[in-house]
């Protein structure tokens, strides 16, 4: 009997246990729903996104389909043209994730259909993380002390190649990925394979890995283990780098910390879908925020990396090259717009939902609320980064900073747009008019 496996964020082989779920009945007739909203990407995301999945189609030869429209729409009809009473999905947590899998539930039931959810995207699914009366952790320590004692299982076992019924698509693929950036940095389809991202991952595990800890916040040091891209497109699960790091040292307890916010943040998103647009604590009065012609031109100046602070500018610069930013540099540029430009953390967090490749939806909008100090163990809003200071600290030879912005030091650099000392001492009285307010309603 052939059942349907829908692509979501799991664009894999390796350990994904939908998949193996529904190999368990049969061949399977596997289709990404290629909806509307993928179009609301950049052109980069989207020719990545093009390619991942080319790479999938390829490792399964040439069966998986990718449909366009609405993924209710699109289950439903492979289904149909599969005689598949049962679909076999990962279960997602985000608002827009859970709208999506429940339209395509209710279009399946209504045609006698099921649709089946097993595993989800993390090592342990939003909202099973609880204290001992059952509630949530609103703070990231004791939640991640709880998220370890919890634990995880083993990776699921590699699936079969060749257990799938071939689906038609009518997206092409390399017309999809000709339509990235002119600029665009991509690399060679080939680059964009599982094995590849695996072979990656077991390479960094066995090297770098070892200076995570000291190094990882360091721009002009690639350190890090480049491996938000391939969560945020499904191509290796974190129980996958759980298993690599766990007889690993120290350096790989703090890699695992960060998986740990990963986790955090979704179920923060989960439990409280509001986050993603409202602050979870409020900070300042609303008419603390800048607006007008003089606010839209300041948000320029950061978008387009022309603020005159270095490492502001350079991150800024690298984010619109590559789709990619370091995550210190991008603490640094988010506390930039909001406390010294008095821009909302929305209005950055919507750019980045626009430019980062490795866009995830609970990391982005939770991140930027760390920032602002309104979400969840956010850093306090008093917490203001100070972009010298920060580049003194983290890009002590400048060179990150003069690979991404060439006149850095000549006189085509702009001068500084702000104080920050002045603009500073703006955000803390804004801070403590906000205090004042609350306590007095």
Known sequence: MTSVWWIRRDARLADNPALLA????????????WSRGVHLWSGRRRAHLARVLWSLREDTGGAIGIRRGDPADVILAVAREHDARVVLAARESSPAGIRAQDAVAAALEADGRELRLVGTPYAVAPGRVVKSDGTEYKVFTP???????????????????????????DVDLDQEAAHGDADDLLVERHEFREERVLAAWADYVDGDLARYATERDRPDLDSTSHLSVPLAYGQIHPRTVLAATAVRGEAARKLESELAWREFHADVLFRHPRAQHEPLTPALPEDAWATGAEADEAFMAWRDGRTGF????????QLAATGAMHNRVRMVVASFLVKDLHLPWQRGASYFRRALLDYDHAQNQLNWQWVAGTGRDAAPFFRIFNPASQADRYDPDRRYVQRWVAEVDTPAYPAPMVDHAAERAVALADLKRGKAARASS
């Not at 529904?22 to 729903?33: D, I, K, S």
């Not at 991640?144 to 060749?162: F, I, K, L, Q, T």
């Not at 270095?310 to 610069?317: C, E, F, I, N, T």
């Open 310 to 317: 270095p490492l502001v500018d350079a991150g800024m610069r």
């Open 22 to 33: 529904a190999q368990e009945e049969g061949p399977a007739a596997a289709v990404f729903a």
């Open 143 to 169: 939640f991640s002390h709880a998220w370890r004692e919890h634990g995880w299982r083993g990776p699921a076992d590699r699936a079969d190649a060749d257990g799938f019924a071939r689906v038609d698509s």
